[in-house]
């Protein structure tokens, strides 16, 4: 992405160039135009207003250029950022837990992409565009009047040390109201997710109660933030002011003493502008700089996640693969207990395993092993079959089907949801795969494959939604299938329809992985391995 961006803000900085010329060319025509006026140049008129009106129209492209390119340039950064970002997060190591709550990366991913945006597609060049004209500007004044630049220098230089006394300030205030920011989200998220469990636990009132109080930290945060960023602009005004009082003086007592031309006076004012506006502008990015280097920091922490290998070819193995785990030990990175040690066994190709434990035994623990989503602290897990021995990883999980605990749809429709796992599924494929997860019910809906899954699958009940995700999961053609207390919602008629039906189509050819609570799955299975 960085190539791109480069270009882009490399284009905005030429456009602003260009603005700096024509500026610099009108305050060169108004001071000669002025001068014929006054009589102190014999030059002809027509030829100055023709060129005056020439320079305008150049400023007048420039400015509607550089708009409408800024305009694109954010959209086109904005989405680049948000996409490689998202892309990130969305391929790092899993290690048990998400390193950052859902909100806080949607937080990063919407408030924080958008200041970094704003930072290379606005600041950035606008900077560079400013030091240039300071420095045309500056040079052009040095040539008419040098004593009077160096006075205005002097007086913004006072001007920016007495508003960078607050810059450190500002930058603790800002790392602290971007946290609480992202805390704000997090809780609207969490307890818009969850609101039917705050409104039967009568807690609506507690979580209101606690929003206002994180926004009332984040308001008073952002009203000191005010108050300094006022003190600081007060400066910059003062500078600003004393500094155009200076150039009007010095070209009124420059007429009286008949050594500064209308024509000069005029140049004056308007050079004064052209080096005070950027020396301003560019005390006044210093703050901007300053939050958006906040948000820098912590869109780098998404984006330096450590990564799943996407540089292995994918290994689609034949048949029905087994799956071998080999003195396997584990625990998760921030606890001490382990989960599994020196755990060995063998789920032989195309046979059915139930996978039976206590709570907290580490049955899904060993599916996301199987699955290469964890890796062993000790041993190894390994897929084999005729095309030879793999390790479990990102490299062999395309042999997976996996059905997960709990509700795995997104928002969209069930058809959408359906064809995530197989994008040129048919319409027969997709009814197979409902037949055999007993989930024909959604011919039935009014609007079929085409019924709305709110978030979570909400509309439709949690044992429709379990159904719909294994048939989303039948839709693959990986050899292995693991459900993983997939079948916990439904009840015992549909449960044996729906093991009937599995077992039927797909016992001895694919290799079958069920983690469950249920004597009913393991009188059919083939194996019962009890952790």
């Known amino acids: 992405m960085a190539r791109p961006v480069r270009g882009r803000m490399l284009l905005s900085v030429l456009i602003g160039l260009v603005r700096i010329a024509a500026s610099l060319g009108f305050v060169w025509i108004c001071k000669r135009l002025v001068d014929i006026a006054t009589g102190d140049l014999d030059a002809p008129l027509p030829l100055h207003i023709g060129i005056l009106l020439g320079v305008m129209f150049l400023q007048l492209l420039c400015a509607i250029g550089a708009s409408a390119w800024e305009s694109f340039n954010i959209v086109r950064t904005g989405n680049d950022l948000r996409y490689g ?51 045309a500007a500056s040079a052009y004044l040095l040539l008419m009047a040098p004593k009077l630049l160096w006075l205005l220098l002097v007086l913004m230089v006072l001007a920016i040390v007495g508003s960078r006394l607050f810059f450190r300030t500002m930058r603790r205030l800002t790392e602290r109201i971007r946290k609480q920011e992202a805390e704000v989200q997090q809780l609207m998220q969490e307890n818009l997710q969850k609101r039917l469990v705050v409104l039967t636990l009568i807690g609506a009132e507690r979580v209101l109660t606690r929003l206002g109080l994180l926004q009332k930290d984040v308001q008073g945060q952002t009203v000191t933030r005010i108050r300094y960023n006022t003190l600081a602009r007060g400066f910059m005004m003062f500078g600003f002011m004393s500094g155009y009082a200076a150039a009007f003086l010095w070209g009124v007592l420059g007429i009286r003493s008949g050594l500064v031309t209308y024509g000069m006076m005029t140049a004056f004012l308007q050079l004064v502008g052209q080096v005070q506006r950027p020396i301003a502008e560019l005390a006044r990015q210093i703050p901007a700089f300053i939050h958006a280097t906040t948000s820098v920091e912590r869109l780098m922490d998404l984006r330096t996640l450590e990564q799943e290998a996407s540089d292995e070819t994918p290994v689609v193995l034949s048949g029905a693969p087994g799956v071998r785990c080999t003195d396997v030990s584990f625990a998760y990175p921030d606890r001490d207990e382990t989960i599994l040690e020196g755990f060995s066994y063998d789920f032989a190709p195309g046979t059915m395993t139930v996978i039976m434990g ?3 035994a580490g ?43 709990g509700n795995s749809l997104l928002s969209g429709t069930i058809r959408e949801n359906l064809l995530l796992a197989r994008a040129d599924a048919s319409e027969e494929d997709l009814r197979e795969a409902l037949h055999t997860a007993v989930a024909e019910f959604v011919y039935d809906l009014p609007e079929g494959l085409d019924t709305p899954c709110g978030e979570t699958g909400s509309g439709l009940s949690e044992g429709q939604c379990q159904r719909i995700a294994i048939a989303r999961a039948l839709l693959r053609e990986g050899g292995i299938l693991i459900l993983d207390e997939a079948t916990s919602a439904l009840d015992a008629e549909t449960e044996e329809t729906l093991l009937d039906r599995i077992y039927a189509r797909y016992h001895g050819t694919r290799t079958l992985l069920f983690i469950s609570h249920r004597d009913a799955i393991s009188a059919r299975a083939d194996n019962t391995l009890r952790i």
């Open 363 to 405: 049955k899904s623990t060993l599916s996301r092993l199987v699955l290469g989503l964890l890796k062993p602290t000790a041993g190894s897990v390994s897929l084999y079959g005729a095309e030879g021995e793999f390790p479990a990883g990102p490299a062999v999980r395309g042999n997976f089907l996996y059905v997960p605990q």
């Open 85 to 135: 970002t998202f892309a990130q997060v969305l391929r790092s190591t899993w290690t048990g837990k998400e390193a950052y709550h859902s909100g806080d990366a949607v937080n990063r991913l919407e408030e924080d992409v958008r200041v970094v945006t704003d930072l290379l597609c606005t600041r950035i060049p606008e900077v560079v565009i400013t030091v240039v004209q300071l420095v």
């Open 358 to 360: 206590p709570t907290g």
